[in-house]
């Protein structure tokens, strides 16, 4: 079998994309996943992800890890299957498309994808951290000296000490100024630290607002793949209308057999 795939990042979360229209892609062979991500025996990417045809919207978008298991959502991603779209003339310069959280809606200026997230009613304050769901589980704490911080080390025995076998992204943050954070991040699926994380980005926003280290509806987040910004409405403890904003861009295109 021999497919067309194209390559996007947004801020360093790296994708495999691939137009499943006509839904020939066996989504039930997890290896052939996890091979497609391999950065030595494959194409190389933090996840693949398919577009597909959906009756009530624009386009589905189904996402799978690196490790070749169908996943939960990935907000870089989301950006990314909205440029897809726009370059394979699904959309124009607005949309609404189907993950697995449910509907989103995304606008395109450019490069710059703003990716409407689901609500959020609840943040979990643990020892030292907080939890959110913002699509993806998230654990978010805040440490010094993040620069030479043991990510992979300290994520890891966080994601399973704590978290067990279905585990959390972990998140370590630390605060540059009023309204911004730097952030670096461990990814259950990947099992390493990654360049950006959508869903992560997110929840340090809104966990770091809800712990009242900002007052800012609007958040600039510093990952060690670029910018990102997260902009929303909170009332009577729930957060509405959160949208993350970055830029998404293709890499390259190619064509690989199996």
Known sequence: MKTTFFKYQGTGNDFVMIDNRQAFFPKDNNEL????????????????????????????????????????????????IVAFAKYLGVIDDR??????????????????????????????SKTNSLFVDTGSPHHVQLVAGLKDFD???????????????????????????????????????????????????????????????????TVNINALGGKLEVFFDFKEGVYSNIYLKGAAKQVYKGEISW
């Open 95 to 124: 949309t609404k498309f189907m993950a697995v959280d449910g509907l989103h809606e995304a606008t395109v200026n450019e490069d710059v994808i703003s990716l409407k997230m689901q609500n959020v009613t609840e943040i979990k």
């Open 151 to 217: 990510v992979v080390k300290e994520g890891a025995k966080l994601r399973y000490g704590l978290y067990g076998e279905s585990g959390s992204n972990i998140n370590f943050v630390q605060q540059d100024a009023a309204a911004s954070f730097s952030i670096r991040t461990y990814e259950r699926g990947v099992e390493d630290e990654t360049l950006s994380c959508g869903t992560g980005v997110t929840a340090v926003a809104l966990g770091m607002h809800s712990l009242d280290k900002t007052k800012s509806n």
């Open 33 to 80: 996943v996890a091979q497609l991500c391999d950065r030595r025996f494959g194409i190389g990417a933090d996840g693949l992800i398919l577009l597909e045809d959906d009756e009530s919207s624009d386009f589905r978008m189904v996402y799978f890890n690196a490790d070749g298991k169908e996943g939960s959502m990935c907000g870089n991603g989301g950006r990314c």
